[in-house]
């Protein structure tokens, strides 16, 4: 078990085009979260999975921005459209239960030019 | 929106002494966790605190938690270069949410 893994680990793409990244969680884990970091910032909560469940989902999770975990194991974000605002780290994270916490992936950079 | 916040936001310290970072939150929680990030890498978890704890240590770490203050305090002592990074406390609130909320970040900086 190599723990979280994101794909890519940065991308760099112009303004409206879409993007995808990819988060393969530990294998036994069931539950699953998206989240989004801005430089000097703390991560901000984006979405939610506890298997292939979407539970719950952020505000900040515009029309522009989905997320998908077809049969509960890896899981993909997609941004339609980007926008500069775009421009930040998106983190992914699983973990069995709250008692032991949450085990993070090293992230995807995203850059909109 | 974060619950959480840090204070200071920024600390630095000589090699071998000890660092102390508060985190202070608005709703009730069930628990509380510290991470620590290298910059611009993935989040680690140290240490998790349930709300009917008030301390709990692990290794270097003292984590200490006043739910009546809406508060959290991270020790680490001792303290090593390797220890320079930001922390985050993350809460778990009780108000029937799944996410867990970050505060802004205390950056540490070991001087060696």
């Known amino acids: 078990d190599t723990g979280v893994s994101q794909n890519p680990r940065h991308k760099i793409t112009k303004r409206g085009q879409n993007v995808t990244f990819r988060c393969d969680p530990i294998s036994e884990h069931n539950r699953l979260y998206w989240y989004r970091q801005t430089l000097g910032q703390g991560p901000e909560f984006l979405t939610y999975f506890q298997n292939e469940a979407q539970l719950e989902k952020s505000r900040l999770l515009s029309d522009r921005f989905s997320a998908e975990r077809p049969k509960g194991s890896f899981s993909t974000l997609e941004i339609q459209r980007t926008e500069q605002g775009d421009s930040a780290m998106y983190l992914c994270a699983s973990g069995g239960g709250a008692v032991y916490g949450y085990t993070f992936g090293s992230g995807t950079r995203l850059t909109v030019v | 929106s974060q619950q959480g916040e840090e204070d200071p936001q920024a600390l630095s310290i000589q090699e071998g002494e000890n660092a102390t970072m508060n985190c202070s939150y608005k709703?009730?929680?069930?628990?509380l966790q510290w991470y620590r990030q290298n910059s611009g890498r993935g989040l680690v978890h140290l240490i998790l605190?349930?709300?009917?704890?008030r301390e709990k240590h692990s290794g270097r770490l003292r984590v200490t938690l006043d739910t009546s203050k809406k508060s959290s305090s991270l020790l680490i002592t001792a303290s090593r270069a390797a220890d320079t990074a930001s922390y985050f406390c993350a809460t778990d609130p009780t108000s029937g949410t799944y996410k867990y909320i970050f505060g802004t970040g205390t950056r540490l900086k070991v001087l060696a």
């Open positions: 709703t009730s929680i069930n628990n």
């Open positions: 605190i349930r709300s009917n704890e």
